[in-house]
């Protein structure tokens, strides 16, 4: 996996203070990428004191987050899979990606069409809207691609069976 330089994420920047409900939300968005981070990196990014980032973090932790803490030289903080589910952050790619995969799923079944296509329209209204366009192309070319391909494989199918 790739390392994520902590500079590069970026969720609520030019901020000249930053609520404790964003500034966790921000913390979460770094820790889901899986890497550990020490606390000089977070503190840096965050723009907070040691004393601040400890209070968020036993706050992630309050709430059901699973953040392990391992000390080797300086503490380093780690997002774990535990008992709830973070909300995830994506980037535009992800989301780009994300949105192209739902629309190459296709099915007969109706619930399953129904519940696709309600995941997608969340991606779509929550995107940022410099990314909205790219989301909904995306979702576009994978449900003709993703028609083109079913029917043929269902054609093959048939001549197979048949």
Sequence with gaps: MKRVDISEISVFEGRPKCPPFL???????VLQTGQAFTGEELVGK???DKRTLRRDIQGLRAVGFEVETTRRGENSYRLVR???MPPLVFDDDELEMLSFALAY???DDAELKKRVGALNRRIR?????????????????A???GI???YAAKAAREKQAG
């Design 23 to 29: 500034r966790g939300a921000e913390l979460m968005a």
């Design 46 to 48: 965050l723009g907070v």
């Design 82 to 84: 535990g008992e709830k």
């Design 105 to 107: 799923f296709q099915t």
């Design 125 to 141: 209204d929550v995107a940022p809207w410099h990314v909205v366009g790219r989301v909904e192309a995306a979702y576009r070319v």
């Design 143 to 145: 449900m003709r691609e």
């Design 148 to 150: 083109a391909t079913w």
